[in-house]
């Protein structure tokens, strides 16, 4: 085995420079070129951020129609109670510019506060009668309960007399079975079986 004076990495080193370098041409021009590319994408870019393909006008003033304007009157007077706008401010289309009251005032003040005085009026006339009709209604059910279990008392007498009338029938009928039967083997007088059938019949 034999032992190199020198490690394997040297020698292969030294392998490829027998073979030469590489070199890269570098032109004297490359950072002129280089300049001119930045400088028009830096071009381009401030063309997309601030560029504009049609011309704009910055105005003020007021839009009108082509064919003129018309005066629509109102059909009530009004008083501008507010202003939502100041002068010289934008508003968008819909916006509210004035407050106008149509309130007309009479020796008792506002029509539409009278109005809502009187509103307020019958309102409470109103509740004072649904509050009344209640309690007459509660008191008419209760009469109609009251009289309901009167009723219900009645029916149940009833049925229990109609029950003892049956009950009286039925012992009736079995007495003058009884009465006929002694009748027919002479322990009982026709007189007998005849007040039987009358208790019966009164059954």
């Known amino acids: 085995m034999t032992t190199s004076l020198f490690r394997q990495e040297a020698l292969d080193a030294t392998r490829h420079k027998l073979m030469g370098t590489v070199s890269l041409y570098s032109p004297p021009w490359r950072w002129l070129m280089i300049g001119v590319a930045t400088a028009l994408t830096l071009v381009v870019v401030a063309f997309f951020v ?9 105005v003020t003033g007021q839009l009108l129609p082509a064919t003129g304007l018309l005066t629509v009157a109102p059909p009530l007077t009004g008083t501008v109670v507010a202003t939502r706008v100041r002068e010289g401010q934008t508003v968008a289309a819909g916006a509210e510019l004035l407050a106008i009251s149509a ?9 539409r506060e009278t109005v809502a005085r009187q509103l307020r009026f019958q309102r409470s006339r109103l509740e004072t009668d649904l509050t009344s009709q209640s309690q007459l209604s509660g008191e008419a059910q209760r009469g109609l309960r009251t009289r309901a279990a009167a009723l219900d008392d009645q029916l149940t007498q009833i049925a229990r007399q109609n029950a003892q009338r049956l009950r009286q029938a039925e012992l009736a009928q079995r007495q003058l079975d009884k009465l006929q039967s002694m009748r027919e083997l002479g322990y009982a007088s026709n007189s007998q079986v005849e007040q039987q059938e009358g208790v019966l019949l009164d059954a």
Request: charged content about 35%; cysteine-free; overall charge neutral.
């Open 50 to 58: 601030f560029g504009s393909y049609t011309k704009r006008e910055r």
């Open 103 to 111: 309130e007309v005032a009479t020796e008792l003040g506002g029509t």
